[in-house]
């Protein structure tokens, strides 16, 4: 008799979108006309149909990064505490499921 491993449905799948498009740095303008801060792309994750970017500020060498939902030519952060940890647990998933 066979064993089968049963493996549950990732919460999210990894894409390139923004790399594909901007390479690895993406250069975010303030709406409010204030300046420019250019990211460096860490991770991108879709999870339920929504796209989002792991962003880091470029030449920033501390571990802070920021989560952000993607849309069409619109970044904006995450700031639903649900939403967040539903990224942040799909992204980990994707990081870590391998390794164990």
């Known amino acids: 008799m066979r064993r089968m491993d049963h493996q549950e449905p990732r919460l999210g799948k990894e894409v390139h979108t923004l790399r594909n498009a901007y390479g690895p740095e993406l250069v975010l303008v303030d ?3 204030g300046g420019e801060t250019v990211y460096r792309i ?3 994750v879709e999870v339920d149909g929504e796209h989002y970017a792991v962003l ?3 030449g920033n060498h501390e571990e ?3 989560l952000f939902r ?3 030519e619109r970044v ?3 700031e639903d505490d649900a939403e967040w940890e539903k990224v942040a647990e799909a992204i980990d998933e994707l990081l870590y499921f391998d390794e164990q």
């Open 76 to 78: 904006e952060p995450v």
């Open 31 to 33: 709406e409010d006309g």
């Open 70 to 72: 993607v849309g069409h």
């Open 56 to 58: 880091q500020e470029a």
């Open 42 to 44: 860490v991770h991108e």
């Open 64 to 66: 802070d990064a920021y």
